[in-house]
C-alpha cells in the first residue's frame, strides 16, 4: 500500500537525523554531531519529498538511488581503512537509507527504514560512555510513536478509501500520547532487571598510537634465550636501591598519585594535589566491578614504601592472542578500559592479567605481575584485558605469585610497640590467619574514620601512632599501612598494592566510571593454601561485590549514593552544586516510592487472608457467572420488562422488543442485521413456538411505519406477552 501523507515521510526524517546525531556524538563530538544531524535532516526531507512528489511510478528516480548505493559501497571502503570498521558500517548504513528515501513509497519501506534507523542509533549506544545519550533515545522514541501513529492512519484511511488522504492529530493529543510513551518505557527502564552484559566485542583495542620501544622489542628477543632469561631472573632480585635493575619511571600522568611511581610517602601521597578530584580519568565496561592494580610495594620504613625488586621483564605481544605469559590458567574475566585522561607508563588490570589487547608491540612485567608501557598511556586509548579470577570465600584472590619473601614480613625499624599490642588484642579470638586479617580488616573499617585532611596537613613524625591511637581518621594510605604492619607482627606476608577501585558503575551508561578519586591503596596477605587475598581496610571504599543489583532503580540510587559520598569526601557538600541538587532531589525520590512500596507491602502482609478470600470469592462468581450467564441475564430481562412503565408506546415498543431479541440471541436465535421483523417472527414462530406473530407485525408497523394515530397504552401488551411467555417456554 502506498503511503500518502507526507508527514509519515518528515517524522521518520526526524528519526534518522536523531539516529545519526547520536552516533556521531559518540564517534566524532557534539559540535559534530549537531551538523551531522542537521544535514542528514535536510539531506533526508529533500530526498523523500522527491520521492513522495513520484510516488504514482515505483522507478521514477531509481536512476538517482543507484548511484547514492554504489556511492555508500565506495564510502565504506574508505572509512574502513581510514577510521575502523564501526564509522563504515555507520556510514553504508546512512548511505543505503538515502537510497532507499528515493524509492520510499509502500509501508514495507518504512519498516525497512525504521531498522536502519534503530541499528545506527545502536550503533551509537554500544560505544556511548555518557548518561546524555539517553535524550538521543527519548528523542528517537518520540518521533518514532508519531512516524508510526501517522503511518496506521494512513493505512486506515488507504483501506477505507477516504478522499482525504491527509491524517488528523491534534498536537495535544500527540503531546499525551508523547507523555504517556516516556512514562511507560521510564517505568519499565526502572523496574525491569537488568541482565549481565554479554561482553561481545569486549576484546576490541585501539589507541591514537602505536605503543612501540625498539631498545625494549630487541631485550625482549634476547630474553627469549634461556641464560638470558636466568640472568633477568637474578637481577630481579637484587635490591635495585643498592645494585641498579630497571629503576621505574614516576607517574607523569594526569592522577599525580605517588603510588603508581616506584615510591610513595605515605604522609603526602599526592603533592600536586591532582588526585583528589571528582574528574573522570577513564571507564570500564565489565560484568562487575574490579580492584585494578598499578603498583605493589613490600619495603616500608614507617612513612615511605617501595620495593625490593624494580626488575620488569620485556615481553612481545603476538598479533592476535596478547598472551603475557604470567599464568597458565585460562582467563575468566575480561575488562575492557577507555582512558579519559592521560597517565602514567602503566596497564591498570585486575589481578591475575593473562591476556592484553592493545596496540602494543611490547610490554614490560615486573616481578610482581604489574604490566607497563614503554611510554604514558595516552587519552582515547581503549584496551582490554582478560584476567584470572578466583575467589576463597567470596573474598578475592591476587594469584599466587610471587610467594611471600622476607620482605613480605620485614617491619620498620622504630615500630611503635603498641601497633602490635593492638593487632594481637584484636585477634586474640581468632582461630586462624584467614579469620585474623578479616578480623584486623573489620577493625579499622569500623574503628577509624576517612578523612582527607590528613593528605593536606604535613606530619613530621612517623604517621602510623598517630593514625590509630590519635587522630582515628585519615587518608587510604593510612588504612592499608596500617593494616599491612599489623599483619606482619602477627607473621602473616602482606603488601601494599595501589591501583584503581573501579567499583562505581553508572546505569545509565553501563560504564564502571574511574576518577581520579579512584586512584588508592589496599592490601594483599598471604594465607597459606589460598594465595594473595584482597583486603580492604578503608571504609570509604567497598570490594567490588559477587553479585550485583539487577532492578536499574537499585543501581541508579547506589549511584547516587556514592557520588553523594564523594562530594562529602571532598568538602563540597556545603557548596550548591546542580549536580547536588539532582542527586538530592532523586534521593527524594527514591526514598518515598521505597516508603510507598514498603506501605503497599505492609498492607498486603496484614490483610493477605481476605485478599486470598475475596479472590477466591471473585473466582468463584466468575465460574457461576460463566455457567449460569443466560439464565441471570435472562431473569434480569425478566424483572426489568415487568418493571417498566410505560409511558409511549413507541419507546415501550422498543424496550419490550430490545430485551426479546437479546434473549432470543442468547438462545442463538440472533436477528441478523435487515432482517425484517416479518421474518423475525415467523422465525420465533417455528423456533420458539410463537403465537399469533401477526399481531405483533401489526403492532410494530403500526407504531414505526404508520401514520396513523396511536391507540392507548396497552397497545405494547402483546409484545409484553410474547416476552414473558418465551421466558417461561424457556426455563
Not at 602482606?494 to 584503581?500: D, M
Request: net charge negative; proline share 5%; aromatic share 10%.
Amino acid at each position: 500500500m502506498t503511503i500518502e501523507s507526507f508527514r509519515v515521510h518528515w517524522w521518520l526524517s526526524v528519526l534518522f537525523a536523531t539516529a545519526v546525531a547520536g552516533a556521531l556524538s559518540v564517534l566524532v563530538s557534539v559540535p559534530a554531531a549537531m551538523l551531522g544531524g542537521a544535514a542528514t535532516l535536510a539531506a533526508s526531507v529533500l530526498s523523500l519529498w522527491a520521492a513522495w512528489r513520484k510516488r504514482a511510478r515505483a522507478d521514477a528516480l531509481k536512476w538517482a538511488s543507484d548511484p547514492v548505493l554504489i556511492a555508500g559501497m565506495f564510502l565504506f571502503v574508505f572509512l574502513l581503512f581510514t577510521a575502523g570498521l564501526v564509522p563504515a558500517l555507520l556510514g553504508l548504513l546512512c548511505a543505503a537509507q538515502l537510497g532507499m528515501n528515493l524509492v520510499f513509497r509502500l509501508h514495507r519501506h518504512l519498516y525497512f527504514s525504521l531498522m536502519v534507523t534503530f541499528a545506527v542509533l545502536m550503533f551509537g549506544a554500544s560505544r556511548a560512555t555518557h548518561g546524555g545519550y539517553l535524550l538521543f533515545f527519548a528523542l528517537y522514541c518520540i518521533s518514532g510513536c508519531l512516524c508510526l501513529g501517522y503511518a496506521y492512519m494512513d493505512r486506515q484511511l488507504g483501506q477505507n478509501h477516504s478522499g482525504d488522504a491527509t491524517p488528523v492529530w491534534r498536537h495535544r493529543d500527540k503531546a499525551q500520547v508523547s507523555l504517556v510513551l516516556m512514562v511507560l518505557a521510564l517505568g519499565i527502564y526502572l523496574v525491569m532487571p537488568r541482565l549481565p552484559a554479554a561482553n561481545i566485542g569486549n576484546q576490541m583495542a585501539s589507541a591514537p598510537e602505536f605503543y612501540q620501544d625498539r631498545e625494549w622489542e630487541q631485550e625482549a628477543q634476547r630474553d627469549s634465550d634461556p641464560l638470558q632469561q636466568d640472568r633477568s631472573r637474578n637481577s630481579e632480585s637484587r635490591d635495585p636501591g643498592r645494585e641498579g635493575g630497571s629503576p621505574a619511571t614516576p607517574n607523569e600522568g594526569s592522577t599525580g598519585y605517588q603510588g603508581f611511581s616506584d615510591r610513595m610517602d605515605i604522609r603526602d601521597p599526592d603533592p600536586d594535589n591532582q588526585r583528589f578530584s571528582n574528574a573522570i580519568v577513564a571507564r570500564m565496561r565489565a560484568d562487575r566491578g574490579a580492584y585494578l592494580k598499578v603498583e605493589t610495594f613490600d619495603r616500608f620504613d614507617g612513612v615511605t614504601w617501595s620495593r625490593t625488586s624494580n626488575g620488569q621483564r620485556k615481553h612481545l605481544l603476538a598479533e592476535n592472542d596478547g598472551d603475557l605469559g604470567i599464568t597458565g590458567e585460562d582467563a575468566n574475566f575480561q575488562q575492557q578500559i577507555h582512558i579519559e585522561q592521560p597517565m602514567g607508563r602503566f596497564i591498570p588490570a585486575a589481578p591475575v592479567p593473562a591476556l592484553l589487547h592493545l596496540p602494543a608491540s611490547v610490554v614490560a612485567i615486573d616481578a610482581y605481575g604489574n604490566i607497563k608501557l614503554p611510554s604514558g598511556l595516552q587519552d582515547g586509548t581503549r584496551y582490554a584485558v582478560e584476567s584470572v579470577s578466583r575467589q576463597h570465600k567470596g573474598r578475592e584472590l591476587a594469584g599466587n605469585t610471587p610467594p611471600p619473601r622476607d620482605a613480605d614480613l620485614a617491619l620498620p625499624e622504630d615500630l611503635d610497640p603498641r601497633i602490635q599490642q593492638l593487632a594481637e588484642s584484636v585477634t586474640e579470638d581468632t582461630d586462624s590467619r584467614w579469620q585474623a586479617a578479616l578480623a584486623l580488616e573489620e577493625h579499622l573499617r569500623t574503628e577509624y574514620d576517612y578523612s582527607l585532611e590528613s593528605v593536606f596537613e604535613s606530619q613530621n613524625r612517623t604517621p602510623l601512632p598517630r593514625f590509630l591511637f590519635e587522630d582515628r581518621k585519615g587518608h587510604c594510605e593510612f588504612f592499608a599501612s596500617s593494616l599491612a604492619v599489623m599483619l606482619r607482627t602477627l607473621d602473616i606476608p602482606a603488601r601494599l598494592v595501589t591501583g584503581f577501585s573501579a567499583t562505581d558503575r553508572n546505569p545509565l551508561t553501563g560504564y564502571y566510571e574511574i576518577r581520579a578519586l579512584d586512584g588508592h591503596a589496599w592490601v594483599e596477605a598471604w594465607i597459606d593454601g589460598v594465595g594473595w587475598v584482597l583486603l580492604e581496610p578503608t571504609a570509604y571504599y567497598q570490594l567490588p561485590k559477587p553479585e550485583q543489583e539487577t532492578l536499574t532503580a537499585n543501581q541508579i540510587q547506589e549511584y547516587a549514593q556514592r557520588l553523594q559520598q564523594m562530594e562529602n569526601a571532598l568538602g563540597n557538600d556545603r557548596e550548591f552544586t546542580w549536580r547536588g541538587l539532582m542527586l538530592g532531589l532523586w534521593d527524594v525520590l527514591y526514598r518515598y516510592s521505597i516508603a510507598l512500596l514498603a506501605l503497599i507491602k505492609l498492607f498486603v502482609m496484614t490483610v493477605w487472608p481476605l485478599l486470598i478470600g475475596g479472590a477466591a470469592l471473585v473466582l468463584a462468581g466468575y465460574l457461576l457467572w460463566r455457567l449460569n450467564r443466560n439464565r441471570i441475564q435472562d431473569r434480569i430481562s425478566y424483572w426489568r420488562v415487568n418493571r417498566y412503565q410505560p409511558s409511549d408506546p413507541k419507546q415501550a415498543a422498543g424496550f419490550y422488543l430490545k430485551h426479546l431479541q437479546a434473549m432470543m440471541a442468547r438462545r442463538g436465535l440472533e436477528r441478523p442485521p435487515g432482517m425484517t421483523i416479518e421474518h423475525y417472527t415467523r422465525l420465533l414462530e417455528d423456533q420458539a413456538d410463537l403465537a399469533e406473530p401477526r399481531e405483533i407485525v401489526t403492532l410494530i408497523n403500526t407504531l414505526f411505519y404508520s401514520e396513523e394515530e396511536v391507540p392507548g397504552s396497552d397497545t405494547t401488551d402483546p409484545l409484553l406477552e410474547a416476552f414473558n411467555r418465551l421466558y417461561h417456554h424457556h426455563r
